[in-house]
Antibody, heavy 118, light 109 residues
C-alpha cells in the first residue's frame, strides 16, 4: 500500500521560504509513469493545485504561483520537496502531497498545516 | 485564468438522489479533461472517488457514479446515506495544468 507523508516546519515567518518534504513508502518514486504533486488548502477554503514533478524530473507549476515555487525530487531517498518563497499570511494552509497520473490522483498524504506568522 | 465551477451547496434527503456538476470556463468538459471527484470531510484529507470521468476507485461505493452531462462533468449519488454529508471537489486537467473546482458542500437532511 503506497503511503505519502508530509513533513516540515509548521510555522514560517513572512517573506521567508516555506519548505516541505513528502516521503513515499510502499513504492518507488522512480518507478512508473507518475507525477508527484503538491496541493494546498487555506483554512475553510478550496483545494488549489500548486505543482507537480514527473518521475523523469519535468516540472509543472500553477501559473499563479510559478514565480515562487520549486519542486524537486530525491529518488535516492524516495521523497520530493516543495519550496515556496516570499510567503505571506495568505500562504497559510494545509499542504498535501499526492501521487497522480494524467487520469487520476489516487494517493494523498494526510496533510501538514503551515502557518505564516511573525 | 482557468476557472472550474461547482455548485456551492446542495441538500438531499437520506435515500434520495443528487447530482453535482463541474463546469469549465474554457467551454464544454470532455473526457480529455479526465474529470476526477474527491470527497472531503472536516479535518481529513480528500478521498478520491472517481477518476477519468466515470471510473470508481476500488474503495468507492457503487452509489457514486460519474458522467458527462450537458457539457459538464457530473457526480451522481443514488440512495444517499447520512455519511455522504461532506465537501465534494472536482479536478480537471488542462494539458500540464490541473485545476480544482471550488467545491460543493453536500448536506444530507
Amino acid at each position: 500500500q503506497l503511503q505519502l507523508q508530509e513533513s516540515g516546519p509548521g510555522l514560517v515567518k513572512p517573506s521567508e521560504t516555506l519548505s516541505l518534504t513528502c516521503t513515499v513508502s510502499g513504492g518507488f518514486i522512480s518507478s512508473g509513469s507518475y507525477y508527484w504533486g503538491w496541493i494546498r488548502q487555506p483554512p475553510g477554503k478550496e483545494l488549489e493545485w500548486i505543482g507537480s514533478i514527473y518521475y523523469s524530473g519535468s516540472t509543472f507549476y500553477n501559473p499563479s504561483l510559478k514565480s515562487r515555487v520549486t519542486i524537486t525530487v530525491d529518488s535516492s531517498k524516495n521523497r520530493f520537496s516543495l519550496n515556496l518563497s516570499s510567503v505571506t499570511a495568505a500562504d497559510t494552509a494545509v499542504f498535501y502531497c499526492a501521487r497522480h497520473s494524467l487520469v487520476e490522483m489516487d494517493y494523498w498524504g494526510q496533510g501538514a498545516l503551515v502557518t505564516v506568522s511573525s | 485564468q482557468t476557472v472550474v465551477t461547482q455548485e456551492p451547496s446542495l441538500t438531499v434527503s437520506p435515500g434520495g438522489t443528487v447530482t453535482l456538476t463541474c463546469a469549465s470556463s474554457t467551454g464544454a468538459v470532455t473526457s480529455g479533461y479526465y474529470p476526477n471527484w474527491f470527497q472531503q470531510k472536516p479535518g481529513q484529507a480528500p478521498r478520491p472517488l472517481i477518476y477519468s470521468t466515470s471510473n470508481r476507485q476500488s474503495w468507492t461505493p457503487a452509489r457514486f457514479s460519474g458522467s458527462l452531462l450537458g457539457g459538464k462533468a457530473a457526480l451522481t449519488l443514488s440512495g444517499v446515506q447520512p455519511e455522504d454529508e461532506a465537501e465534494y471537489y472536482c479536478l480537471l486537467y488542462y494539458g500540464g495544468l490541473w485545476v480544482f473546482g471550488g467545491g460543493t458542500k453536500l448536506t444530507v437532511l
